[in-house]
């Protein structure tokens, strides 16, 4: 059953300030964000702060639901959009935390053409136009390299911005210029397409290192949209392994969401964005 629990930063509508005490428990606990400059602090924490008046918290399996629970889910779901409209996450409102993995039901079809109704454990779900659903404990901070479900399923979100997701996110014109969808899809196709072939051809006795190793989770296989949500991950969470070993992937990321993140500290003026997006262009 449900409980439903309405965050408190959230249930009159407008906009409260996120306790101080709480944001630096939430930035401290997660390291990709405390690597991050004061000025992007700054403005994620107003991001959260409108995001956490806009969007309804609730609870499964009576999970006692906290307000720094709140502000860390607001904190990582804003990561991607710091400098990107907040209107991406516009058309929903819904928000589930379970205490862990929950059974999703999903409709598959075999390489026979025949369709079948299974049922498998997930650590999110994001449905178009409807809720994100998350396990709470895989939104705290893991001890897998380039993992974290709160990106993962908010980048499906700005994914589907557009419709369903196929791994091409809007593009704004006023915002990146000439990256077009067709540039876009220049890179990010024989990327996937090569780290399917990769991944294809591990030999079964090397699959469990292989699995345990690699940067990018071979689930990314599973669509287009699953590798852009998967790169995502490692993009924000670790993206100086990513930019080592996708720089192509790493600079087209860079390029949408408009940040450089694995750039250090000190190196970059710290009010300004640090990426260009390219030319202007007519909105």
Same mark, same amino acid.
């Given at each position: 059953m449900l !409980?439903?629990l309405f965050?408190?930063? $959230?249930l009159?509508?407008k906009?409260t300030?996120?306790?101080?005490?709480?944001?630096?428990?939430?930035? $401290?606990?997660l390291?990709?964000l405390?690597?991050?400059?004061?000025?992007?602090l700054? =403005?994620?924490?107003?991001?959260?702060t409108d995001?956490?008046?806009? !969007?309804?918290?609730?609870?499964?399996h009576?999970?006692?639901?906290?307000d720094?629970?709140?502000?860390?889910?607001a904190a990582q779901?804003?990561?991607?959009?710091?400098?990107l409209?907040?209107?991406?996450?516009?058309?929903?409102?819904?928000?589930?935390?379970?205490?862990?993995?929950f059974l999703?039901r !999903?409709?598959?079809?075999d &390489?026979a053409? #025949?369709?079948?109704?299974? &049922?498998?454990?997930?650590s999110?779900?994001?449905?178009?136009?409807? %809720? #994100?659903?998350?396990?709470w404990?895989?939104?705290?901070?893991s001890?897998?390299?380039?993992?974290?479900?709160?990106i993962h399923?908010? #980048?499906? =979100?700005?994914?589907? *911005?557009? $419709?369903?997701?196929d791994?091409?996110?809007?593009m704004l014109r006023r915002?990146?210029?000439d990256?077009?969808? *067709?540039v /876009?899809c220049n890179?990010?196709?024989?990327?996937?397409?090569e780290?399917?072939?990769?991944?294809?051809?591990? %030999?079964?006795?090397? /699959?469990?290192a292989?699995a345990?190793?690699?940067?990018?989770?071979?689930y990314a296989t599973?669509?287009?949209?699953?590798f852009?949500?998967v790169c995502? &991950?490692a993009?924000f969470v670790a993206p100086?392994?990513?930019?080592?070993e996708? %720089?192509a992937?790493?600079?087209l990321?860079s390029?949408?969401f408009l940040?450089d993140?694995?750039t250090?500290? $000190?190196?970059?003026?710290?009010a300004?964005? %640090? #990426?260009t997006?390219?030319?202007?262009a007519?909105?």
């Amino acid at each position: 059953m449900l !409980k439903t629990l309405f965050a408190s930063l $959230g249930l009159s509508r407008k906009a409260t300030a996120i306790d101080d005490n709480v944001w630096h428990e939430v930035v $401290g606990a997660l390291p990709f964000l405390s690597r991050r400059t004061s000025a992007d602090l700054e =403005k994620l924490r107003a991001l959260a702060t409108d995001f956490l008046a806009s !969007k309804h918290f609730s609870t499964a399996h009576d999970l006692p639901l906290t307000d720094a629970m709140c502000v860390s889910v607001a904190a990582q779901a804003c990561l991607p959009i710091l400098h990107l409209p907040p209107a991406l996450y516009r058309g929903w409102t819904g928000i589930v935390l379970y205490p862990g993995e929950f059974l999703i039901r !999903k409709t598959v079809q075999d &390489e026979a053409g #025949v369709v079948h109704d299974v &049922e498998q454990e997930a650590s999110g779900e994001a449905w178009e136009g409807g %809720p #994100v659903v998350l396990s709470w404990q895989d939104v705290q901070a893991s001890d897998v390299l380039a993992y974290n479900v709160v990106i993962h399923e908010f #980048v499906h =979100k700005i994914d589907m *911005e557009g $419709g369903e997701a196929d791994g091409v996110p809007p593009m704004l014109r006023r915002l990146h210029g000439d990256l077009t969808t *067709e540039v /876009w899809c220049n890179v990010f196709d024989p990327a996937y397409e090569e780290f399917c072939h990769h991944v294809a051809n591990v %030999p079964d006795a090397d /699959w469990d290192a292989f699995a345990s190793t690699s940067l990018l989770d071979p689930y990314a296989t599973e669509h287009e949209s699953e590798f852009f949500a998967v790169c995502a &991950e490692a993009f924000f969470v670790a993206p100086e392994a990513f930019r080592h070993e996708y %720089p192509a992937l790493y600079a087209l990321f860079s390029r949408y969401f408009l940040q450089d993140p694995a750039t250090p500290v $000190g190196t970059l003026p710290d009010a300004t964005p %640090p #990426v260009t997006p390219g030319p202007a262009a007519t909105p």
